[in-house]
């Protein structure tokens, strides 16, 4: 079985028993959170993928950081260790979130700035957005410094907004560009 269908039948049995217990959104952001932490933290990939390092030792391990998890996140990543495929942790959170939206109708919004946003501005903005498109919306917050100021709000690769400082710039030169040369034209 490849990794690829791997992911796939873990992320679809793990979905369908959160459905089934109604822990969809529980299950969906303790995953995420692991996953960010498995894939940011080097240390913690090699001490629960080295197959030198003991079954016991990867256990505690992973007992460590899951110490607080829902029971169906604890069974899931128990068994990816014992089968040997923790490597798939990537895949499947990307997987389950997939099917989580799905089933959600969840629609996530890329918000650039030139800062972080604050959670009550993130807060603001999604409850706007639910309000006007009647759908779930997940924002996320992208800092993108060459905006110099602003925000847009992308969805997919279209732009709901784009009220940055950088556009703004950008829109002002044109304009007086197409004055200038209409200027020295006539």
Do not use: W
């Not at 700035?113 to 917050?141: F, H």
């Not at 992208?142 to 784009?162: E, K, N, Q």
């Not at 030169?173 to 040369?181: C, E, I, K, M, P």
């Amino acid at each position: 079985m490849s990794e690829e269908h791997a992911a796939a039948v873990y992320a679809n049995a793990l979905f369908a028993a959160a459905r089934d217990t109604r822990q969809v959104g529980r299950v969906r952001q303790e995953f995420y959170d692991f996953a960010q932490v498995f894939t940011a933290m080097p240390e913690l990939r090699h001490a629960l993928l080295d197959p030198q390092i003991a079954r016991e030792t990867k256990q505690a391990v992973l007992t460590g950081v899951i110490e607080d998890a829902s029971p169906l996140l604890d069974n899931v990543l128990r068994l990816l260790l014992e089968k040997g495929r923790m490597v798939l942790v990537p895949d499947i959170a990307v997987r389950y979130e997939q099917l989580a939206e799905r089933a959600a109708d969840l629609v996530e919004v890329r918000v650039k700035s030139a800062v972080p946003l604050p959670a009550a501005t993130q807060d603001e903005l999604r409850a706007r957005l639910e309000k006007m498109t009647g759908r779930d919306i997940r924002v996320i917050d992208c800092v993108d410094p060459a905006i110099i100021g602003g925000l847009s709000m992308h969805v997919g690769d279209a732009i709901l907004v784009d009220a940055s400082v950088q556009t703004r710039i950008e829109q002002l030169r044109d304009r007086l560009s197409g004055a200038s040369t209409k200027g020295a034209s006539q």
